[in-house]
C-alpha cells in the first residue's frame, strides 16, 4: 500500500565541478488525500500502512494531529507513544550505521547485529494482554541492556557511555584509527578522504517546541498547500535530523567547527545520538531542556498538529475535522526538510570537485545518504 514514490538528483557538473543541483520528487500528495472523507479512527489506522519507514512514528504524528483536532477518542498523550518513536529510532539508527553506511561506501553490510537488534526489539514489544506496567518497565529495561550490549559490540567497541565520554575531536580521531568496529572503518575513511564533503551554510533546524512551530512553521502550513512539497523554517531552508538534535554535544560540535556540517558531522551526530537513545531507553536523563518527541499542537477549532522528531528528522501532520471526518490532511516528512530545493543537499553538492563521474557519484550518494532520505534515491550526472 506504499505510494512513498522517489527522489531524482540531477547533477550539473562541468567536467571537475557540480555547477547546479536539482531535486525533483515524485514523492505524492497523495498519502494525504488518501485520508480525506474518512472518519478519524480510520485515517489513523491507515497512515502506518502507507509508509514502509518510520510507520510507527507517522502513526503517531497522525494520532497527536487528530487528537489535537478534537477527533473523539484519540488521547493527545500517551506515553506509548513517546517510547514506541524511541524504540524506532534505535532501530534505524542501527539500520542505518550497519547496514546503510557500509553500503554507501562500497563495504559488506553487518546484518547479524541488526537482525539480533529487530529480534530484541520484537520481543519487548510484542502486545500481551496480560503485561502489567510492572512488566513493561522489566521489558524496557531489558530490551536497553541487550541494544546496549550489541552497540558495545558492533558500534562503539567499548561500553556506549564510555564512547560518548570521549573528550574531544582528537579522541574521536583516535578511536576512528583503532578501527575495532564497521562504523569506526568508515568514519576513518571519511575522516582521511571526505571530511569536509556535503558541508553547507543551510542552518540545522532549532528546536521544535511548541511555541517555536506555532510562530514560525504552523502559519505557512496552514496557508500554502505547496509548503508540504518545500517547507522552510520562518521562510528559511533548514536542516533537521540527528546533526540539528545533538549539535550542542561536545563530539558532534568539535566536528562542525573543523569540517562543517557534512557528511563526517552526520555520522558522528548518528553515533551520538544513537548513544543518547540507549541512555534514554535505559532511563537516563540525557535529553534535559528539549523538547517533547511526540506533540499535540491544537490549531483552533476542529484543527490540529502531530509533531514527532524521528530518526530522520522533524515530521509534521496537519489534520482538520468536519462532523469527525477528515477535510483536510497535510503531512511535511524530513525528506522534505533536508531535501529541499534549496536546502542541504542542493547546497553542500555545489561545487563539489570530481575526476569523472564515478567519483562523483560515489560523493553524491555518501551525501544522500549522510541526510537519509525515507525514499529511494537516484542519482544523475548531466553535462553543465
Known sequence: MSIEGELVVKLDWDGQRVRGVGVRSTRPLAAARVLIGKTASDAAATVPLLFSVCGGAQGAAAACALAA?????????????DTGVLIESLQQGF??????????????PQLPPLSAARRLIAAATAPTASRGQDDVGSARRGLAAGL????????FGMPTTRWLALPDLKALVAWADAATTLPARLLARLLSAAATL???DVAPMPSSTRQALLDDVVPSLQDDVAFQCAPTWAGSAVETGAYARTRWQPLVAACAASHGNGTVTRMVARLVEVALLLAELAGED???GAPPRVQAIALGAHAGMGAVETARGLLLHHAR????RVYDYRIVAPTEWNFHPDGALTRGLVGTSACDEDELMRAARLCVHALDPCVATRVEIGRA
Not at 69 to 81: L, M, T, V
Not at 148 to 155: H, K, M, N, Q, S
Not at 321 to 324: E, S
Open 198 to 200: 556535503g558541508r553547507s
Open 69 to 81: 483536532a478534537g477527533a473523539e477518542g484519540f488521547r493527545e498523550s500517551d506515553p506509548s507513544r
Open 286 to 288: 540525557h535529553a534535559s
Open 95 to 108: 539500520w542505518h550505521l550497519l547496514i546503510d553506511w557500509p553500503d554507501a561506501m562500497g563495504s559488506a
Open 321 to 324: 475535522i468536519r462532523g469527525q
Open 148 to 155: 546496549a550490549e550489541l552497540a558495545d559490540r558492533e558500534i
